[in-house]
């Protein structure tokens, strides 16, 4: 798929703040533990954060395709600052603009492009992972209010977050068919932080365990219909998919950047590694594999774009191009050897972000799950 020379210039706006911007800070960002005030305060300014919310509710009016290209370009120097822009734009801004009332539009969604709010998607819990339709949490209708209690498990941006889209039954079921949405301000009393995650990767995106204690939101905080929570939220994870894999593969183009430039200029048995036959095929496989997710991930967003259904393919990108970074990370640690596995080289950062890819917004097997059931469905 070829990008016309309106994504070019998006590419290339976004290429020079994330080498400029993000590239300096991304080892002190993993290091440290957590995003600098300033990065999130740039994001907020170049309309990163609000990249395909109307102009009318304050976004830059993009598309989804452009996202794509955001969430990879600041995932190329760094996954942490990537994921936070990934999980407030998808998980927390689009359900929001796809079935929120006009009010809730208006409300919320200029405030979340400026980034004055930082939305989070509260749908995992301590025994519901996969299996999303399992949640205990409840939100019980106390007549003029609703009052939600439990607990949410690995919730991106938790720390940060103004706005959370939170999953709760309404009605006591087995399954997932008494699921609502709900719009839970952070300052709401009863809203607290557990515990914040000690992470593998991603050290610079907050994750957290977040408690609802006899939380009490107005009845207009009801996002979409009662007990159709379930289908937003798979409608949700859906464009989700493609900004997961727009991190994964912004990661595996960093780690490939990287590796080609230091087998270029280390010298071993006189001559640069990258002379070497077998070096060369690695980088093949490494670049066949970048290659691949790209434009997976590029179909998937222009079926987005074009309403068009894109639920297998979205899987498909995700699937892919997490399971492309994990392996092209781990290449790039054996093609820079010892060092490679040090700190002061970033192929290690690489490393331990990818993996991740292949964990969040539905593991490998459910993104298989998911597709097989698409190809049984669509042959009769």
Known sequence: MMLDEQYKEI?????????????????????EGQ?????MTQLAENGFLGSYVPEEYGGAGMDYLSYALIVEEISRNCASTGVFVSAHTSLGIWPILNFGTEAQKKKYLPKMA?????????????NAGSDAGSLSTFAEDKGDHWEINGVKNWI???KEAGVCIVFA????????KGISVFIVETTTPGFSIIKEEDKLGIRGSSTCQLAFDKVKV??????????????????????????????ALGIAQGAFDYAIRYTKQRVQFGAPLSDLQGIQFML?????????????????????????PYSKESAQAKLFASESAMWVTTKAIQLCGGNGYTKEYPVERFFRD???????EGTSEVQRMVIAASELKAIH
């Open 11 to 31: 590419r290339a706006m976004v290429k020079k703040f994330s080498d400029t911007a993000v590239a300096p800070l991304a080892q002190k960002i993993d290091h």
């Open 35 to 39: 995003l600098p005030k300033e990065i």
């Open 354 to 360: 990818a993996k991740i890819t292949e964990i969040y």
């Open 284 to 308: 093949a496989d490494m670049s066949t594999k970048i290659g691949a997710s790209r434009l997976l991930i590029y179909h998937a967003s222009a079926l987005k774009d074009a309403g068009l």
């Open 218 to 247: 107005p009845k207009d905080a009801l996002l979409g219909e009662p007990e159709k929570g379930f289908r937003i939220a798979m409608a949700t994870l859906d464009g989700g998919r493609i900004g997961i894999a727009s991190q």
């Open 114 to 126: 400026s980034g004055e709010w930082i939305g989070c998607f509260c749908l995992s819990e301590p």
């Open 169 to 176: 039954k309404t009605k006591k079921t087995p399954d997932y």
């Open 156 to 158: 991106t941006n938790g």
